[in-house]
């Protein structure tokens, strides 16, 4: 099907979505899960290597509002195909070009802020389809951050133990280029589409055309930074938490894999019932992060059976609330989807920026143990906060 056909089929749009937000967000979850390989070629201390990742999410912090807007003038597919391009080059370049540390986060900001401008264009583009079921359409996009972070724990033993880390970055280019290639196939061209089918309903509380206000964006920002930085610790640190804690290199990456394949499954089985939820998104997210804040609390214990029950819990309950923040800000902004989470994501990136730079920090400081039960203390804030701020969504 040509991006400029009449009638939008649900799969292909979806699997259009899907294929880039993995794409763009894998650098970030790999640097994460391949903290032991990088730090070990590169010799930096813990801290310091939280720039890797957080210079990737500061990138995309500054990047979201002003690329969600950019993605509302020219249309999600000119920006997608944009992005995309320029994170395949920037990924190329760290596997060849980045031999120093430096080098390394200048890139991976590069990739951020593809990140970003990728992101708010694929909420503007399933919500401007006229998909028939919207909800499921969001969780199935938003479980593609878990496989990232699922692909990047199996890179671990299968690319980074064998071959060398650098040649996952040139993975991840190839993924990129032919998500690239999927989305200018499939993704409308016309960035003022109308808007139909489920998409057009809206939250009762909220006019279609006005959409939220922004304190109830800003809210909503503040809500998702906390709740980020608990996911965005447990994505950097549980794979050298593992190690520390008892596991072997390879086997630390697949837990982390086997915690992500397990947030994806219970966010689309929370995604068929989305459309159809009587209750809050936000309210849902919210208690969910607060069970996933004891698992995260749990990883304080230096255990490997403890260790392996907690990294299940967290992810399970810790990573689910994405699809309930990104569908309520959505579904109450059809029209101006990218905008309005352009500014939602801000607070997405801010806690993941933050995250290993201040968990990193606790590690030399106190050791793994603390940091978690700090991490699970911002975690269980921000699922209060999005308690709380529910019923602006």
């Not at 040509?2 to 894998?26: G, Q, Y």
């Not at 990924?91 to 120093?100: D, I, K, M, P, Y």
């Not at 569908?327 to 994501?345: E, L, M």
């Not at 806690?351 to 911002?378: D, H, K, N, Q, S």
Request: charged residues 10%; glycine residues 12%; hydrophobic residues 60%.
């Amino acid at each position: 099907m040509s991006a400029t056909d009449a009638e939008v089929r649900p799969a292909p749009v979806i699997a259009a979505a899907v294929s880039a937000a993995v794409a763009t967000a894998l650098p970030g979850f790999l640097v994460g899960a391949l903290a032991v390989q990088v730090r070990a070629e590169f010799d930096v201390s813990t801290a310091r290597y939280g720039w890797a990742m957080s210079g990737y999410f500061l990138a995309a912090t500054i990047g979201s509002v002003l690329l969600g807007r950019l993605a509302q003038r020219i249309g999600p597919r000119r920006q997608l195909v944009g992005a995309l391009l320029a994170a395949a080059v920037a990924n190329v370049l760290v596997a060849s070009a980045a031999r120093s540390f430096g080098a390394l986060v200048a890139l991976l900001a590069v990739a951020g802020l593809c990140n970003a401008g990728c992101q708010t264009a694929v909420n503007l583009a399933l919500a401007r389809a006229g998909l028939p079921r919207l909800g499921l359409a969001i969780a199935i996009k938003q479980s593609s951050m878990p496989s990232a972070s699922m692909l990047a724990g199996i890179a671990v033993p299968a690319v980074a133990l064998t071959v060398g880390w650098r040649w996952a970055f040139v993975a991840v280019a190839a993924i990129t280029v032919v998500a690239a290639g999927v989305v200018a196939r499939i993704v409308a061209s016309n960035g003022s589409a109308p808007v139909g089918g489920a998409a057009a309903a809206t939250h009762p509380a909220h006019d279609a055309a006005e959409g939220s206000s922004t304190i109830a964006l800003v809210g909503a920002a503040v809500a998702c930074a906390f709740l980020a930085f608990g996911a965005g610790a447990l994505n950097a640190w549980v794979v050298s938490s593992g190690v520390d804690a008892g596991l072997g290199e390879g086997a630390a990456g697949l837990m982390l894999s086997a915690g992500a394949a397990l947030g994806v499954a219970i966010r689309l089985a929370w995604g068929t019932r989305l459309d159809t939820l009587d209750l809050l998104p936000f309210r849902v997210g919210g208690l969910m992060a607060l069970a996933g804040s004891v698992g995260v609390a749990l990883l304080a214990v230096r255990s490997v059976p403890v260790h392996l029950v907690a990294t299940a819990i967290g992810f399970a309950g810790g990573w689910i609330w994405p699809v309930f923040t990104n569908f309520g800000v959505i579904r109450a902004n059809v029209g101006r989807a990218a905008a309005a989470t352009g500014v939602s994501q801000t607070g997405v990136y801010v806690g993941v920026f933050v995250a290993p730079l201040a968990t990193g920090a606790l590690i030399e400081r106190v050791g793994y143990g603390p940091m978690w039960l700090v991490t699970a203390a911002a975690m269980g804030t921000g699922a209060v906060i999005a308690v709380r701020i529910a019923h602006h969504f």
